[in-house]
């Protein structure tokens, strides 16, 4: 079996607070948790990492029988 690779999502707040927070900021990533767990720890996430800025909107609906 090939090593998983799924990337890491931050979300708009998550990555506001790295940037606010600087060195006393720290990012925690678990790989592996099935079989062999390993502990990926990030101080300063914001000045380390590179983020791909990825656009999606997520909205719920509520029909007008629901409400009506």
């Given at each position: ?11 708009p707040?998550e990555?506001?607070?790295a940037?606010?927070f ?11 948790c099935?079989?062999?767990?390993e ?5 300063d996430?914001?000045?380390k990492?590179?983020p791909?800025e990825e656009?999606s ?12």
């Amino acid at each position: 079996m090939s090593p998983c690779r799924i990337p890491v999502a931050l979300t708009p707040n998550e990555r506001i607070k790295a940037q606010r927070f600087g060195k006393d900021h720290w990012l925690y990533i678990v790989v592996n948790c099935r079989s062999n767990p390993e502990l990926h720890m990030i101080q300063d996430p914001a000045s380390k990492l590179h983020p791909k800025e990825e656009f999606s909107v997520v909205r719920y609906v509520v029909g007008q029988t629901d409400w009506k």
